[in-house]
């Protein structure tokens, strides 16, 4: 089952890296504005996005398999056709805990290959908007 309830979704903010895929270098953009919050509150954002070499002053990753750091949660920015592909390679790392995928973005299917992976999975939320609501 997918996280539902405050008390899963609160778990989640104990964690401390978010790698952002679909990250946009563009202000006023949510894939942009919402990773921006998340920094601003505490959170260490790794951008991936293999159109910019920096976001929010920190180097942006082309594709999450380059990521050479530590990655607590996966948070997506990209259509919900891309998620299985983005599954596969958050399936390849040993590090992630979590799977979030932003407001508007769902593919139950994949969802459900991350969980039988021992990931916890968001779907359809926004990070920012939970993490406002729960932890203001």
Partial sequence: MPIQTDAELEQLF????????????????????VPKYMQARGYEIVPVNPFADEILGERAYDSLDEVDREVDIVDVFRPSEEVPGIVDDVLERDDVEALWLQL????????????????LVVQNKCIKVEHSRLRG
């Fill in 104 to 119: 508007g973005i769902a593919d139950d299917e994949a969802a459900a290959r991350a969980e039988k992976a021992g990931l």
């Fill in 14 to 33: 104990d964690l401390d890296t978010i790698a952002v895929v679909g990250c946009s270098t563009t202000p006023g953009k949510a894939a942009h504005d």
